[in-house]
Every structure is written in C-alpha cells, then in structure tokens.
C-alpha cells in the first residue's frame, strides 16, 4: 500500500463517515499549504472543491456548489488521483453525473463518496472512522445544524486574535519603518 498522508486519510473519514465537508475543506487545505512539492497537489485542491462543493449543496447554494464541482473536474488528473487510491474514471462518472442532477430545478441532496480502487486505504479508513466512533458510508445528518452550517457557527476566536496579532505587526513595521 502507498503511504498516505494522514491528512488525506482524515479528509476521507471526514468526508465518508462524518460527512463533515467543511472539516474536510480544513485539513486538505492546511496539508496543501504545508506540502506545495506533493506531487499530487492539483489532486488535493480538487478534493478540497469537491468538499465544498457538497457543502454548499447541502445548503441549498446551488451556484456555488456548480462553480467548486466544475472547477474541481478541470484539475483532478486520472494518474494523480490513482495515487491516491481512487478510481478516477468512476469518480469522474460521479461528479459529471452530479452536476447533471444540480441542473435539475427539483435537485434533492445526497451524499457522494468517492470510489476508492485500494482495498488497503479504504481498510486504513474504516479503521480511524471506528476509531472516531462513526461510521464510514453513514448518511449526513440534515437536522445537524452545527454541521450544515458550521462556517457561520464555529468559533473563530483564534482566527480573529491571530488577524489582530498581524495588524499589530504590520503597524510596528510601518512606525519603525521596517516594513511595508
């Protein structure tokens, strides 16, 4: 089996057994950011619009849930996502097959997963999912308000305090005129 980063196995628990897709927006993110020489970073971008994209399905936000799967179809590469242990030719099917339905006026949510094609990573997944107390393959749970609507309602307390911390910085850089 090919060592996967846990950052991507996380984003499939996420994704699979929490159906958490802002969290999984969160980590693949973080991952990209610190790892731009991953060869298979295109991969992850588009598995962090796929995310979204389901995220903003979930709330109803069709526009944008077209705009991150359309986005997400033009980057994934069939080699970069069989690296990471997907069937690339069924999860394109997939997502082709969901922006059809997101045309249509009378779209329902569903969940999507992605078809993993590595018996040993899907495995590694079902593993850290139990070890989360979900349960891969569950449905989102639409009563979850927390969960449909987590980027308005999560605490953002260290975001808004590390902002601060950088103003702060950038001023004393301008009033010692060691900076911008």
């Known amino acids: 089996m090919p060592n ?3 950052a991507y196995i996380q984003y499939l628990v996420h994704f699979h057994a929490e159906r958490d897709y802002f969290e999984c927006h969160e980590v693949m993110e973080e991952y990209w950011k610190e790892h731009p020489e991953d060869p298979c970073s295109e991969a992850c971008v588009g598995l ?3 995310a979204v994209s389901l995220y903003h399905q979930r709330r109803g936000n069709r526009a944008g849930a077209v705009k991150m799967l359309a986005s ?3 980057r994934f590469k069939d080699e970069q996502l069989a690296q990471l242990g997907i069937d690339a030719a069924e999860f394109r099917l997939r997502l082709q097959a969901r922006l059809r339905e997101l045309d249509n006026a009378d779209f329902v949510y569903t969940d999507l997963d992605i078809p993993l094609q590595d018996g040993a990573l899907a495995a590694l997944c ?3 999912a139990a070890q989360a107390q979900a349960e891969w393959g569950q449905p989102s ?3 979850d308000t927390y969960l449909i609507h987590k980027h ?3 605490d953002r307390s260290g975001v808004v305090a590390e902002r601060e ?3 702060q910085r950038r001023n004393e850089r301008r009033t010692t005129g060691d900076g911008v």
């Open 141 to 143: 749970d639409l009563n």
């Open 165 to 167: 911390l950088q103003k």
């Open 152 to 154: 308005t309602l999560r």
């Open 4 to 6: 996967y980063a846990e």
């Open 72 to 74: 997400s179809l033009q």
């Open 126 to 128: 079902r593993e850290a």
């Open 48 to 50: 962090i619009q796929v």
